[in-house]
T-cell receptor
Framework: GQQVMQIPQYQHVQEGEDFTTYCNSS?????IQWYKQRPGGHPVFLIQ?????EVKKQKRLTFQFGEAKKNSSLHITATQTTDVGTYFC????????????FGKGTTLSVSS | EPEVTQTPSHQVTQMGQEVILRCVPI?????FYWYRQILGQKVEFLVS????????KSEIFDDQFSVERPDGSNFTLKIRSTKLEDSAMYFC?????????FGSGTRLTVV
């Protein structure tokens, strides 16, 4: 079945260092979404990418959608302790295409 | 900002018992979902609901699970006969088109 994979599973950085998580789908996606889950919290929607090769920025976060629409990345510049959490990518699946399949997530820890 | 509300926040139940998890999605949202997350693991899709019927369901969503939207505001997940492996955080989510808004979850513990 359709799979969405993320690497790395865990990443620890010093505050101020950059961080990147990569997402790969076994199938071509019509769009990809990114969510952040703080420890003990619920997933919070960050962004959706739709176009091949699309790049979107949110302050220190840069999101990319691959040319083949099968991979994506999230890059955080100069991490802060507030960036701590698990970052999930998610792609649509199923006949209706309205449900999302989530990757396993990358858990980011930041030490000051 | 509108929220998805879930109750209870924590439920402990004995194996074999029925539980009902409740959710109030955002009022103008059209698509509703249940996901579950076993501690520290991935967010797993259970079921999606649109126009008063199930639009997608996963292999996890077998005959012991059911969903209802009984009154136009509440959205419920029923587990008929709970098993130990049903212990997880259950998240309800809703959306208009894309970008889910998740509730804070119900932590279900089956003992």
């Amino acid at each position: 079945g359709q799979q969405v994979m993320q690497i790395p599973q865990y990443q620890h950085v010093q505050e101020g260092e950059d961080f990147t998580t990569y997402c790969n789908s076994s199938t071509t996606l019509s769009n990809i979404q990114w969510y952040k889950q703080r420890p003990g919290g619920h997933p919070v929607f960050l962004i959706q990418l739709v176009k091949s090769g699309e790049v979107k920025k949110q302050k220190r976060l840069t999101f990319q959608f691959g040319e083949a629409k099968k991979n994506s990345s999230l890059h955080i510049t100069a991490t802060q302790t507030t960036d701590v959490g698990t970052y999930f990518c998610a792609g649509p699946f199923g006949q209706a295409g309205t449900a999302l399949i989530f990757g396993k997530g990358t858990t980011l820890s930041v030490s000051s | 900002e509108p929220e998805v509300t879930q109750t209870p926040s924590h439920q402990v139940t004995q194996m074999g018992q029925e539980v009902i998890l409740r959710c109030v999605p955002i009022s103008n949202h059209l698509y509703f979902y249940w996901y579950r997350q076993i501690l520290g693991q991935k967010v797993e899709f259970l079921v999606s609901f649109y126009n008063n019927e199930i639009s997608e369901k996963s292999e996890i969503f077998d005959d012991q699970f059911s969903v209802e939207r009984p009154d136009g505001s509440n959205f419920t997940l029923k587990i008929r006969s709970t098993k130990l492996e049903d212990s997880a955080m259950y998240f309800c989510a809703s959306t208009v088109t894309y970008g889910y808004t998740f509730g804070s979850g119900t932590r279900l513990t089956v003992v």
